[in-house]
């Protein structure tokens, strides 16, 4: 009976200690910032595929997020040949993208790398509508200008039978570490 009551209390004292780690945060400059949290990242790139020599260009917005210590993705991209050089054509795909990662981050590097799925959509050969499902993968490496703004590169892969595609893009990052001023309550 003593034996469970104190095996009892040490996994209590073991999960408060897990739940106060999560809620800790960095002193920088007078500022608060919370090192479990969550950030959008946003951009636009230049993507291949392995079937043909067209340049596309993939565009995103992805909110990454923690529950306890797992970190997920969710995200949109929006992927079109290029307009630029080429003549504009009607070949988009859409793609929602779902994946879970792992990620650290430091007070001038955010590093994460997810994998999971993807559900595209789109137009190919100015023809063919399609909807499949497929897997995905990316890297994000960011420099922050700011402990919660910075940018970086976002290296991608995405395997779906119609539109494979493979590629970078440049990303702006945006978190939501920020917790306020440090003593803000005595001011």
Do not use: C
């Amino acid at each position: 009976m003593a034996f469970s009551f104190f095996l009892f209390q040490e996994v209590t004292a073991q999960e408060k200690e897990r739940k106060d780690e999560l809620k800790k945060e960095r002193n920088i400059y007078g500022n608060r910032f919370r090192i479990f949290n969550n950030y959008v990242n946003l951009g636009t790139g230049i993507g291949g595929t392995l079937f043909n020599s067209k340049i596309y260009n993939p565009t995103a917005i992805e909110y990454n997020f923690h529950i306890k210590r797992s970190y997920f993705l969710l995200g949109y991209q929006r992927t079109d040949i290029s307009g630029f050089l080429n003549k504009p054509h009607k070949n988009r795909m859409n793609d929602l993208h779902f994946g879970y990662g792992f990620r650290r981050e430091t007070k001038a590097l955010n590093v994460a790398y997810y994998g999971g799925i993807t559900r595209p959509w789109g137009v190919i050969n100015d023809t063919l509508s399609f909807r499949t499902y497929g897997i995905y993968a990316e890297a994000q490496f960011v420099r922050k200008l700011f402990y919660d703004i910075g940018a970086g590169f976002t290296i991608f892969g995405q395997y779906n039978p119609y539109w494979p595609l493979f590629g970078v893009r440049i990303d702006i990052f945006l978190s939501s570490a920020y917790q306020g001023r440090i003593n803000a309550d005595s001011e």
